[in-house]
């Protein structure tokens, strides 16, 4: 992963929205394996590493009023067979496949093009989730985008942009 530079900032907190709180309480501390803290009202934090998640009761919010989730919440995990069957046991596998490609079944533990071992759910409010193998974790760095590239035939990788920090 990228150096953390002085001054930099950095995500210490995601909030997602909760159809039902108590519902995706319990699914949360199942899934993650880790008690929730109510913190206030209708606001329940998960401590994941470094970040933490937040879910946030919407129930009074008219469904037509919620901004759907675009993209998953990623989660690195020592254990991805052990989240994966606590996934399965809570219902909470992902249909379909990803990108339309039936080599990525979105539900099942595979190897994206991109390198990462993982599987994506979905909670009980329609978050989607990703949870991916620690070990084979996607950060970007140039040796990752150039394989990538080559992955998918696109020939060299392009060349850093600006002065961002290169990883290593």
Same mark, same amino acid.
């Given at each position: 992963?990228?150096?953390?530079?002085?001054?930099?900032?950095?995500?210490?907190?995601?909030? &997602?929205?909760?159809?039902?709180?108590a519902?995706?309480?319990?699914?949360?501390?199942s899934?993650?394996?880790t008690?929730?803290? &109510?913190?206030?009202?209708?606001?329940?934090?998960?401590?994941?590493?470094?970040?933490?998640?937040?879910v946030?009761?919407?129930?009074?919010?008219?469904?037509?009023?919620?901004?759907?989730?675009?993209?998953?919440?990623?989660?690195?995990?020592?254990?991805?067979?052990?989240?994966?069957?606590?996934?399965r046991?809570l219902g909470?596998?992902?249909?379909?496949l990803?990108?339309?490609d039936?080599?990525?079944?979105?539900g099942e &533990?595979?190897v994206?093009?991109?390198?990462?071992?993982?599987?994506?759910?979905?909670?009980?409010?329609?978050?989607?989730?990703?949870?991916v193998d620690?070990?084979?974790?996607?950060?970007g760095?140039?040796?990752?985008?150039?394989?990538?590239?080559?992955?998918?035939?696109?020939?060299?990788?392009?060349?850093?942009?600006?002065?961002?920090?290169?990883?290593?």
């Open positions: 992963m990228p150096d953390q530079r002085a001054g930099t900032a950095r995500i210490f907190r995601l909030l &997602i929205p909760a159809k039902d709180l519902q995706s309480q319990r699914f949360y501390e899934l993650l394996g008690p929730g803290r &109510i913190v206030a009202p209708g606001r329940i934090y998960f401590d994941c590493g470094g970040v933490i998640l937040g946030l009761d919407f129930s009074a919010v008219p469904e037509a009023d919620r901004a759907p989730s675009t993209e998953a919440v990623y989660f690195a995990t020592d254990d991805l067979a052990g989240v994966y069957d606590r996934a046991q909470g596998l992902s249909p379909g990803l990108h339309n039936p080599a990525n079944p979105a &533990i595979v994206r093009p991109w390198g990462e071992r993982s599987f994506y759910a979905t909670d009980p409010s329609g978050n989607p989730l990703c949870f620690a070990d084979t974790m996607f950060t760095t140039p040796d990752q985008i150039a394989a990538l590239h080559r992955s998918m035939g696109r020939g060299p990788a392009p060349p850093p942009s600006g002065d961002a920090p290169r990883a290593h």
